[in-house]
C-alpha cells in the first residue's frame, strides 16, 4: 500500500514538475513522510539532475540517517535551517548550515552560491521543505515577502521550485497567500493517489 | 565631484558582486570611504578582501592596523577561502602595524603632538608613495584620531591623508568604531564629513537573532544606491550582500 501511495506521489510531482516552473504541494502532516520519501527517491532516481532542499524540518544529519541512499547521492545538496538553532553540531560535506531559520536572507544566498556552482546546462530544483515551518519560525509577511524573491529569482534562472505547506489550520490563511504565488498547487490527499 | 557616469578605469571595484552593483561598478578611483560599523561588524574582513581582490587583478595594497597585532590579523583571516597568503608573502599586499611604525620614528604611541602626527602623515604617504599602492585600508582610524589631541588635528590629519592619496589614484578605507546600535558614523563626529563615502555596517534584530546589515549611505561622485542589506560573512565566500527583507516584525 505504501508503495502505491509513494508511486503515486512520484508520478505526480514528476509530472507536474515537468510543465512548470514552481510547484507548491499542500499536504496533511499525515501524508508528509511518504512526501518525503517521494522526493528523494525521486532525486535519487534522476543523478544528472542538480537539487538544493531546504530543510526547516529536520536537521540533515536525520534525513540522512532515515534515507541513506541519499549519503552517496551527488546531486543533492542540503540547506539545514534548524540543526545550528537546535544545537546540533554535526558537520557535513553536503549540507550548508544557516544558524537559524530567521536568517532568511543567508537562506537565499545559500541557495544561489549552490546553484552557482551547476554546470548552465543541468536542469536545476530547489525544494522548501516547508513554508509552514518557515512561517513558525518568522512573522508571516516576512515569509511572504522572502518567498516571493525565491520564487522570482529562481525563476530568472531557470530554477523550478517545490515548496511544501503541513495543513495547519491555525495558519491556513498565510499558507493560502504564499502557496497561490506557485504556477502549480497540488493537492495530496489520500483519495487521489 | 559631480554625479556622472565614471568609466571603468575611474572606479575602483571592490570584488564584492552585489556592493560594486549597489557602487555603479565600484567606488571612485581616489576617494577616501569611512567603512563604520560596531565589534564584530566585518570592517576589517571587508576591508581586507577589499585588499585581496585588488591584488588578485594586480592591484597592489597595503593595510595599516592599529587595533591588533599582524600574527592576529593574519590568524583570522586564514580561515576566509578568499584570503591568499601568497599575495602577502609576495608584497601584492602589505600589512603594516602601525604601533611599531609610531615606535621606530619615536612617537608617544599614546597621545600625538601636531609633529609627531605630521611625521606619522609623511610616512604613511612614503610607503604608499614607494610600494605604488592602488589600494589602503587604515584600520581604525579611531584609534589612530584617539591619539590626536584635537578635533582639528583629527580634521587636518584625514583631509592632508585624503588629498595625497587621492593624487596617488590611491583609493582608502578608513574603519570607524561606533558603540552597537547607535547610528553614528563616527566616535568624534568629524571623520564622516572628511570622507569622500561611508559604509555603515549594522545589526537589526529578527526573533532575537541579529541580521547583519549593509547601508551605503555616502558616495561622492556616484549615483549610488542607499538601500539597506543583509550581509552574510562566511569562511567560503567572505563578505556578501543580499537584498533585506523589510516586512514589519
Redesign the interface.
Same mark, same amino acid.
Given at each position: 500500500m505504501v508503495n502505491v501511495l509513494i508511486d503515486g506521489l512520484k508520478e505526480r510531482i514528476s509530472n507536474a514538475i515537468k510543465i512548470n516552473q514552481s510547484i507548491g504541494i499542500i499536504l496533511p502532516a499525515s501524508n508528509y513522510p511518504d512526501l518525503v520519501q517521494a522526493l528523494f527517491e525521486r532525486i535519487n532516481s534522476t543523478p544528472e539532475e542538480a537539487w538544493v532542499y531546504v530543510t526547516v524540518t529536520k536537521p540533515c544529519d536525520n534525513i540522512l540517517s532515515q534515507f541513506e541512499f541519499l549519503k552517496d547521492s551527488k546531486n543533492i545538496k542540503f540547506v539545514d535551517c534548524i540543526s545550528r538553532a537546535a544545537g546540533i553540531n554535526k558537520a557535513n560535506d553536503n549540507c550548508i548550515f544557516v +544558524?537559524?531559520p530567521?536568517? /532568511? +536572507?543567508?537562506i537565499? /544566498?545559500e541557495i544561489i %552560491?549552490i546553484f552557482k556552482e551547476v554546470d548552465e546546462n543541468v536542469k536545476k530544483y530547489l525544494v522548501i521543505d516547508s513554508l509552514t515551518n518557515l512561517i513558525i519560525? %518568522?512573522?508571516p509577511?516576512?515569509v511572504? +515577502?522572502?518567498f516571493y524573491?525565491i520564487i522570482n529569482r529562481t525563476r530568472t534562472k531557470n530554477i523550478h521550485t517545490i515548496s511544501l505547506a503541513i495543513e495547519e489550520e491555525e495558519l491556513d490563511k498565510y499558507l493560502t497567500r504564499l502557496i497561490y504565488l506557485n504556477d502549480k498547487i497540488l493537492k495530496v490527499r489520500d483519495s487521489f493517489i | 565631484m559631480p554625479i556622472t557616469e565614471l568609466s571603468k578605469n575611474e572606479l575602483c571595484d571592490t570584488g564584492i558582486e552585489e556592493l560594486d552593483v549597489m557602487l555603479g561598478g565600484g567606488i571612485p578611483t581616489g576617494s577616501t570611504v569611512l567603512v563604520v560599523g560596531s565589534s564584530g561588524s566585518g570592517k576589517t574582513t571587508l576591508c581586507m578582501q577589499y585588499l585581496i581582490n585588488g591584488a588578485k587583478k594586480g592591484e597592489r595594497g597595503v593595510f595599516f592596523t592599529i587595533t591588533e597585532p599582524l600574527f592576529k590579523l593574519t590568524k583570522n583571516m586564514e580561515g576566509f577561502e578568499f584570503y591568499d597568503k601568497k599575495l602577502i608573502e609576495s608584497g601584492m599586499v602589505n600589512l603594516i602595524d602601525l604601533r611599531i611604525i609610531s615606535e621606530r620614528l619615536g612617537l608617544d604611541t599614546e597621545k600625538y603632538t601636531v609633529e609627531d602626527a605630521s611625521a606619522l602623515l609623511d610616512i604613511l604617504r612614503d610607503i604608499a608613495d614607494e610600494l605604488n599602492v592602488k589600494r589602503l585600508v587604515i584600520d581604525s582610524i579611531t584609534a589612530l584620531c584617539y591619539r590626536l589631541q584635537t578635533p582639528e588635528m583629527i580634521r587636518d590629519f584625514i583631509f592632508k591623508l585624503g588629498s595625497s592619496l587621492a593624487a596617488m589614484k590611491c583609493t582608502t578605507l578608513l574603519t570607524s568604531e561606533v558603540p552597537p546600535r547607535k547610528f553614528q558614523y563616527s566616535q568624534y563626529g568629524i571623520e564622516e564629513f572628511i570622507s569622500d563615502g561611508i559604509m555603515f555596517l549594522g545589526d537589526i534584530e529578527r526573533k532575537g537573532d541579529l541580521i547583519r546589515t549593509f547601508q551605503l549611505v555616502k558616495m561622492r561622485g556616484a549615483a549610488h544606491s542607499r538601500t539597506k542589506s543583509a550581509m552574510s560573512i562566511s569562511t567560503k565566500n567572505g563578505v556578501e550582500l543580499a537584498p533585506l527583507l523589510k516586512s514589519r516584525e
Open positions: +544558524e537559524s530567521t536568517m /532568511l +536572507e543567508k537565499g /544566498l %552560491n519560525y %518568522n512573522d509577511d516576512i511572504t +515577502e522572502f524573491h | -
